[in-house]
C-alpha cells in the first residue's frame, strides 16, 4: 500500500469516528432538550397542579399600566348594572318622610304627582335570634305510681338548642364557607348573642349530616342513570390520615365521595360495571383504566388538551412544534364559537363545532402527525 492509499484510508477512518461522534452528540442533544422540555413543564402547558410551579410566573401589569391607562369600575357607554329593588311584599316596615313648607323659601308646597325618592336599606334586628323554652308538664299516676311528661313536638325533640333554621345556618357556614368551629362559635357569640361550644356544633353538623342520609343515598343510587358525569378528585388529610374526595357532577346535581382510595375501583363502586354514558374526566390513570375496561365514552378535559398542545409548541422539534400550533389553533376557533353561542343560531353552532371536530381529528390522523413524536395526546371523544 502506497502513502496515497494509506492517506485515503486514514482519512475515511477519521470521517467514520466523526460520523459516530456527530451521531452520538445528536442523540445527547435530542435527550437534554427532552429533559429541558420536561423540566419547564408548569400549570399553564401541562397537566401539573399550580402548586407543583418551582417558580412562579411573573405578575401581569395592572389594568391601569395598560395602554389607555383605563380607570377602574364602571366605564363610559357601557349598560348600567344595579340591583334589582325589594318587592312590596319583600319589606317589613316603610316610612314616609313630608315636607311641610318649601326648604328654599318657606313657601307653600302641594303634592305631587311624581314617584317618591326611595332608599331601601336592609339591617340586622337588636336580637337576631329567638330563644323559646318548651316545657313538657310532669302528671303523676297513681295506678302506675310514676311522673310522666307531656311529649314534645317531634320538631322540638329533635332540634334539641339549636332549631331547624339555625342548625342549617350551622350547617350552611360549615359546608359552604368552610367556617371553622372556632369562627361559626365567634359568630353565634358577637352576632347573634348566643355563646355555644364547639362540642355543640360538632353534634349540631353531626345532627345535620344524619338528616342529609336518605337524600344522598337516593342521588347517589341516580348517578349511574345520569347521561353525562363530570369527575375530578383531590387530595387531604384527615386526622393525618390521607383520603381523597371525589366530585361528581351532572347538569341536575353535584355528589361528593370521600375515599381512602383514588384507584379506578371508586369508580366501580360510584358509578358501577353498567354505566353507560359519558364520563368527563382528566388523563388521571383511574379514569384511563376505567374506560378501558368497560369500553366507556369520555370526554376529555379541554383546559388539560390545551395545557399540552401549549407544551408542544415549546418543543425544539420544527415538525412537533408545527403540529401543535396547527391543534391549538383548531380548538382555539372552537372555543371563539362556544362563547358566541348566545350570539349565534344553534344550527351555526353545530357546524363550527362539527367542522373543527373533523379539522382536529384529519390533524392528528392524516394532517401531518410527524413521524418522531412518540407523546400521546389523548383527544376528544
Avoid at 442523540?27 to 401539573?48: G, M, P, T, W
Avoid at 399550580?50 to 391601569?64: E, F, H, L, N
Avoid at 311641610?100 to 305631587?112: F, R, V, Y
Avoid at 355528589?255 to 388521571?284: H, I, K, N, P, T
Amino acid at each position: 500500500m502506497d502513502a496515497k492509499d494509506r492517506k485515503i484510508e486514514q482519512l475515511q477512518r477519521m470521517i467514520a469516528e466523526q460520523a459516530a461522534t456527530i451521531k452520538k452528540l445528536v442523540q445527547r442533544v435530542d435527550q437534554l432538550e427532552r429533559k429541558l422540555a420536561a423540566a419547564n413543564k408548569n400549570s399553564s402547558n401541562s397537566s401539573k397542579p399550580p402548586s407543583s410551579d418551582i417558580v412562579k410566573k411573573p405578575k401581569g401589569k395592572g389594568r391601569g399600566k395598560q395602554k389607555g391607562n383605563r380607570k377602574p369600575g364602571g366605564q363610559k357607554g357601557h349598560p348600567k348594572h344595579e340591583r334589582p329593588p325589594f318587592l312590596p311584599d319583600e319589606l317589613d316596615g316603610a316610612w314616609d318622610y313630608t315636607l311641610s313648607i318649601c326648604p328654599d323659601c318657606g313657601g307653600k308646597l302641594d303634592a305631587s304627582d311624581k314617584a317618591p325618592k326611595v332608599i331601601q336599606q336592609v339591617e340586622i334586628v337588636k336580637k337576631p335570634v329567638r330563644i323559646d323554652e318548651h316545657r313538657g308538664l310532669a302528671y303523676w299516676c297513681s295506678t302506675c305510681q310514676k311522673i310522666h311528661y307531656a311529649p314534645f313536638p317531634p320538631e322540638v325533640e329533635k332540634g334539641q338548642l339549636l332549631g331547624a333554621r339555625l342548625t342549617t345556618l350551622v350547617a350552611y357556614m360549615k359546608g359552604v364557607c368552610h367556617c371553622s368551629f372556632s369562627t361559626i362559635r365567634r359568630f353565634f357569640r358577637d352576632v347573634l348573642k348566643v355563646r355555644v361550644s364547639r362540642g355543640q356544633l360538632a353534634k349540631t353538623i353531626a345532627k345535620a349530616t344524619e338528616s342529609m342520609k336518605s337524600a344522598y343515598a337516593e342521588l347517589l343510587a341516580a348517578l349511574p342513570s345520569q347521561p353525562y358525569v363530570r369527575s375530578d378528585e383531590t387530595g387531604h388529610k384527615e386526622n393525618a390520615k390521607r383520603f381523597w374526595t371525589w366530585c361528581f357532577r351532572t347538569d341536575l346535581f353535584t355528589l361528593f365521595w370521600m375515599d381512602r382510595s383514588r384507584g379506578s375501583q371508586v369508580l366501580y363502586e360510584v358509578l358501577g360495571a353498567d354505566f353507560d354514558g359519558v364520563l368527563g374526566c382528566d388523563y388521571f390513570s383511574a379514569y384511563r383504566k376505567y374506560m378501558r375496561e368497560l369500553d366507556l365514552r369520555v370526554q376529555f378535559c379541554l383546559a388539560h388538551l390545551i395545557r399540552d398542545l401549549k407544551y408542544l409548541t415549546t418543543l425544539s422539534d420544527k415538525a412537533t412544534k408545527a403540529y401543535g400550533r396547527r391543534l391549538l389553533g383548531t380548538v382555539r376557533e372552537m372555543f371563539h364559537t362556544i362563547h358566541r353561542s348566545d350570539e349565534l343560531s344553534d344550527p351555526t353552532v353545530e357546524r363550527r363545532l362539527a367542522a373543527a371536530r373533523e379539522t382536529m381529528i384529519a390533524i392528528v390522523h392524516g394532517g401531518g402527525r410527524p413521524k418522531a413524536f412518540h407523546h400521546r395526546t389523548p383527544t376528544a371523544a
